[in-house]
């Protein structure tokens, strides 16, 4: 008989030669349980997904309510759903008044989809650009905006009439003109390594757009719900997108994402044709109870208010001469060593020693740090005291 493992590797589809291959058993606030009793405190949180921790019990309550009321009752958007309608109201209440209408997606990639068609119909153009070392999703559209051409080489032919430019740079933003449909950015670029651009950079990228007639469209999937330190990256910036892209933790541990932009706008997928975007699940409203608890959770535990103070609580106990360069913003940070290989050693190491880790996508040599918003002050001790002494091993 086939052990757990085995059914696994054999039956789920695998896109890794080397999956983690973990198996956890229970989760709880910012740990994770091995089936054998094993603890990781999670500097991962699922991608920046579970912010507000693990089995957080109002969002588990709200789950329960909504499971006894309805699960999928209809197609998105024909009916009154009031955990839809509650949820669009609590986050257009916290974003500026022109990010008014929210249609819900089942993925962050779907957001990206719906937001790249909606920007075409929007500006009645074609082009769209993005930058490099971006990422922003899996699905044959969202891939063609990413910026690494070793993952999106594969898959050709990609979208047309895509350009991609060099993040945080002014010469870039000659490129962006009147026949630009929109332009995707990362509020802060997440898989490149935690890389937040210039505050002039990101105004001036704003008023290349709106001197061009061009829709900003700001990926905040990973950096929205105060993962930088504010609710939204954006407003470090003091620029509003156009559009705002949201996931991750949007959906409080279940699957969601989101595009939101003005009504006006968006009515544009009302008409000509009408359902100019369709979902079956979008806006779920197991998702909707599940992100609408853990939003208000967030709030009304001020949870926000405390992340640049940990942030910056880690980034100050974690020096150690491997560690070649550190970037941060709010409670994320990159730790960059000299190779994968070496970065690799210290991941293995950590795990064993209960330092649940990974890297980035487009940064293979630095370690991911984004834990749920809610750790303590003594588990971010115990983190950085267990980092160091990996790194010290590794020295000797
Ligand atoms: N955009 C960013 C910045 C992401 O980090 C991700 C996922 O990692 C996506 C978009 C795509 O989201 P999803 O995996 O839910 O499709």
């Known amino acids: 008989m086939m052990n757990q493992r085995e059914i696994f590797l054999r039956h789920v589809a695998q896109t890794s030669p080397a999956p983690l291959g973990l198996e956890i058993s229970r989760a709880s606030g910012v740990r994770l349980y091995g089936k054998n009793g094993e603890e990781y405190i999670d500097l991962i949180g699922g991608i920046s997904v579970a912010n507000m921790g693990h089995g957080h019990p109002a969002i588990i309550a709200a789950i329960k309510e909504q499971a006894d009321a309805y699960l999928h009752i209809m197609i998105y958007g024909e009916f009154i759903e009031s955990p839809q309608v509650q949820y669009a109201q609590l986050l257009c209440s916290h974003l500026p008044a022109s990010l008014d209408s929210v249609y819900f997606t089942n993925s ?55 350009m991609h430019l060099e993040y945080n740079s002014f010469e870039s933003l000659d490129e962006i003109t009147g026949r630009t449909a929109c332009v995707f950015a990362e509020t802060v670029q997440a898989e490149a390594g935690v890389r937040a651009p210039s505050v002039e950079w990101m105004k001036a990228l704003r008023k290349k757009c709106d001197d061009t007639g061009t829709l900003l469209v700001l990926d905040e999937i990973q950096t929205g719900f105060g993962r930088t330190g504010t609710l939204w990256g954006f407003t470090r910036f003091g620029i509003v997108p156009d559009i705002l892209l949201l996931g991750k933790a949007l959906g409080g ?15 544009t997928l009302a008409e000509n044709p009408v359902l100019g975007h369709i979902t079956t699940f979008g806006g779920h409203p197991l998702c909707c109870a599940a992100g609408h608890a853990a939003m208000q959770a967030m709030l009304s535990e001020k949870i926000v208010d405390g992340v640049e103070a940990k942030g910056a609580l880690l980034e100050g106990l974690l020096n150690h001469p491997m560690i070649l360069e550190k970037t941060r913003c709010g409670l994320w940070m990159a730790l960059r060593f000299d190779s994968f290989e070496t970065n690799k050693k210290v991941i293995d190491r950590c795990i064993e020693k209960g330092v649940l880790t990974d890297w980035f996508l487009f940064a293979s040599d630095s370690l991911r740090i984004s834990p749920p918003l809610v750790i303590g002050e003594d588990d971010l001790q115990k983190v950085a005291g267990i980092i160091l002494s990996v790194l010290d091993e590794l020295t000797q």
């Open 108 to 162: 962050g990639a779907e957001a990206v989809e719906g937001a790249m068609k909606l920007a075409k119909r929007v500006s009645n153009r074609t082009q769209v650009i993005a930058f490099n070392r971006s990422y922003h999703g899996s699905t044959q559209g969202a891939l063609s905006i990413i910026g690494d051409e070793y993952w999106r080489n594969a898959y050709r032919p990609l979208l047309p009439d895509v």
């Open 253 to 267: 541990g279940l699957p969601m994402g989101a595009f939101i932009t003005s009504r006006e706008m968006m009515f």
